[in-house]
Each structure stands twice: as structure tokens, then as C-alpha cells.
């Protein structure tokens, strides 16, 4: 038994249960908790309640390629899984899509069936998620296309360079390229950054960067869930494990994709881990997450510390939802709300 198990006791309920439990914690130091059962929630939308039950992704969370070729196949055979589901949600949406390149980077323009009348000169650009290893391509538009639709924005999809063949600082390199060229040729007060999970961290080093480049900074940032540090660092990471069921433990495939994506780098460097940085440059900041979410104590440590520096920062916390859940359901009534709560913000910060 490991050092992630060995807390856990399993005994009837009722007073035996409370007396073992009461007696394992009378002492300062971890929470010995019972073995249980989550049941899904009654306090969410019957849509919600269907995500929220979803079994473990076995294709995903369990990935342990061996060698970078095994990478390539595993990527590749997710993201021919994930682009129909995609385009399901593309052609529901009615949302339209055209491949570009910018600075040289491949991207794709997202553009809504109507652009509200306030968005007809601003634009949204979004790094994707997948553990800064996966959804390459089409398999990148999942939350540009969502937040084109739900916002009414032209987005542009930033479809950056990733590991086995190019780790670290290549994803930071492409998303600042495109960043550099677009508020050159846009007003910066009428351009906004968004990005999920990795894409999240992404985007919070994007902004480091162009601070540290002296590159005029987004009107506003929309970041879901963000893997601000590459380490194990935040609560959630055990007392949300194995009850995340699309993360489901770090000890797996997110501890494999961050030593993929830093090929050895130091892991406290900002870029890499930008909670460690300097976040009082920072644009008014909304925040997404969900109460089971892996990564809900990394979302909580990043509001905490820009509301420190200073920086005008939203955090919306989805009720049941794992890692992201309400960007692979957003048709659910809590993701069009919090959806909705995306639109607004940018609307009130892009001048």
C-alpha cells in the first residue's frame, strides 16, 4: 500500500464508523479519512448530472507511451477520436471555421454565426488544453468554438507547437508569436486571451512574456482550470483524487505529460509554472473550475494571488464538475452559466 492510500480505512457506518474515525484524527497532522462512495449530485441539471457520471477515459488518463513514436500514435489516435465529437458540437453551434497562419504559426479563425454588435472589431485568442501534449489540429477548437459561439467573438485558435518533438519553449515560443503579431495589427485594449487547463498555463506565460518583452498585454483574461504549476502543488490534488474523472490522479498521466512537456527544464521557472511568477501585471482575470476538479486548488492559489497583486479577478466554481467538464458538456445549464459569466467579463473589460 502507497503513501496515497494507506489513510484511508473502510468500516460500517454509524458509531463504530464515527468512534475509528474520531479516534485516527485526534492528533494534529494529515486526515485520516473512511474509504466512501461520491454519489453524482441531486443539486445539478439532469445534463450536468450525465457528465458528471462519465466513467474514467481509460484512452486518456492512463497513457504511458514508451518511447516519443508510442507519444505520436497515442496523440494522434485521441485526437481522431475527439475531432468528430467536435465538429458535432462545431455544426450545433453553427459556428465556422478557416485554417490561417500567423507569425508563422499555425491557427485557425473561429467565427460565430453572429458577432455581437460591441465584438465587431475585438478578438479573443485561445490556447488549447490537452496537457500541453495532446489535441493538435481540429482537435484544438473544442473551447474556441464554444466560446465563440456563447460570446458572439471572432477567436483565433492558437494551434502551438507540442512534445515528443518539440517540448518546452516551444508551445510559450508559438503563443507569444502569435500574441506579438496580433496586437500589432489590432488595438491591444480590443484583444483578449483565453485558454483551458494547460492552454491556461499557457496563456498566464504568454502574458509573463509579453510583460517581460514589453508587448502590450490582453484587455482581459478568460482562463479555465489552469495548470498554473507543472508540480503536485495545491489540496485538491489528493482530497479530489480519483473522484476527478477526467484528470483522475497526477500520479498518471499528468505527472507524465508535465515531464514530457519540461524535458528537464527547471519547473520553477515562471514560463513553465507561472503561479511562482510575478502576477501583478496581470489584466482583470476570470477564473473557471469545478468542485472536483484536480486542479480546483491551483485555480484557488491563482485568484488568491492576483487578487493580492492587485488585479481585478472573477472565480466561478462549477457544482460536481471534474477537470473542464463544462467545456465537454456546454450545452448543460451550469456551463451555459458560467459561459455566460465568460461573456460578460470580456465584454465589460475590452474597451
Same mark, same amino acid.
Given at each position: ?119 465587431? !472589431?475585438? *478578438? @479573443?485568442?485561445?490556447?488549447? &488544453?490537452?496537457?500541453?501534449? #495532446?489535441? +493538435? ?131 520553477? !521557472?515562471? *514560463? @513553465?509554472?507561472?503561479?511562482? &511568477?510575478?502576477?501583478?501585471? #496581470?489584466? +482583470? ?67
Amino acid at each position: 500500500m502507497d503513501s496515497r492510500s494507506s489513510g484511508v480505512i473502510a468500516l460500517p457506518d454509524g458509531p463504530q464508523l464515527q468512534n475509528a474515525v474520531g479516534a485516527a484524527n485526534e492528533t494534529s497532522g494529515p486526515r485520516t479519512v473512511p474509504g466512501r462512495v461520491i454519489p453524482v449530485p441531486a443539486s445539478v441539471s439532469p445534463a450536468m448530472q450525465e457528465t458528471i457520471a462519465m466513467p474514467y477515459r481509460d484512452s486518456e488518463w492512463r497513457l504511458d507511451p514508451p518511447d516519443a513514436e508510442g507519444w505520436r500514435q497515442a496523440v494522434a489516435g485521441l485526437a481522431a477520436h475527439t475531432i468528430p465529437a467536435i465538429k458535432k458540437i462545431r455544426d450545433r453551434l453553427g459556428v465556422r471555421v478557416e485554417p490561417i497562419t500567423v507569425a508563422g504559426v499555425g491557427c485557425f479563425e473561429v467565427h460565430p454565426s453572429e458577432i455581437a454588435p460591441a465584438n465587431a !472589431d475585438r *478578438l @479573443l485568442v485561445n490556447t488549447h &488544453g490537452g496537457g500541453y501534449v #495532446f489535441n +493538435p489540429g481540429e482537435a484544438c477548437l473544442l473551447e474556441a468554438i464554444v466560446l465563440a459561439a456563447t460570446s458572439r467573438i471572432k477567436v483565433i485558435a492558437v494551434d502551438y507547437r507540442m512534445p515528443p518533438d518539440h517540448p518546452f519553449p516551444a508551445a510559450v515560443e508559438d503563443a507569444f508569436a502569435v500574441w506579438s503579431s496580433l496586437v500589432a495589427s489590432h488595438a491591444p485594449d480590443r484583444v483578449a486571451l483565453s485558454g483551458g487547463s494547460s492552454g491556461g498555463g499557457l496563456a498566464m506565460a504568454t502574458v509573463l512574456r509579453a510583460k517581460q518583452e514589453e508587448v502590450p498585454l490582453p484587455a482581459a483574461l478568460a482562463i479555465q482550470s489552469p495548470w498554473a504549476d507543472l508540480d503536485e502543488v495545491g489540496d485538491s490534488f489528493r482530497t479530489n483524487e480519483w473522484l476527478d474523472s477526467v484528470l483522475v490522479t497526477y500520479g498518471a498521466g499528468p505527472s507524465r505529460a508535465a515531464a514530457l512537456y519540461a524535458n528537464g527544464h527547471d519547473r520553477g !521557472d515562471p *514560463l @513553465l509554472s507561472p503561479l511562482r &511568477g510575478d502576477l501583478s501585471c #496581470f489584466p +482583470p482575470t476570470i477564473l473557471l473550475t469545478g468542485t472536483r476538479d484536480l486542479f480546483l486548488s491551483l485555480t484557488v492559489l491563482v485568484h488568491r494571488k492576483l487578487r493580492k497583486a492587485g488585479v481585478a479577478t472573477d472565480l466561478h466554481v462549477v457544482e460536481g464538475a471534474s477537470h473542464f467538464q463544462y467545456f465537454i458538456n456546454p450545452f448543460a445549464a451550469e456551463s451555459q452559466d458560467v459561459l455566460a459569466e465568460i461573456a460578460s467579463f470580456l465584454d465589460r473589460h475590452m474597451a
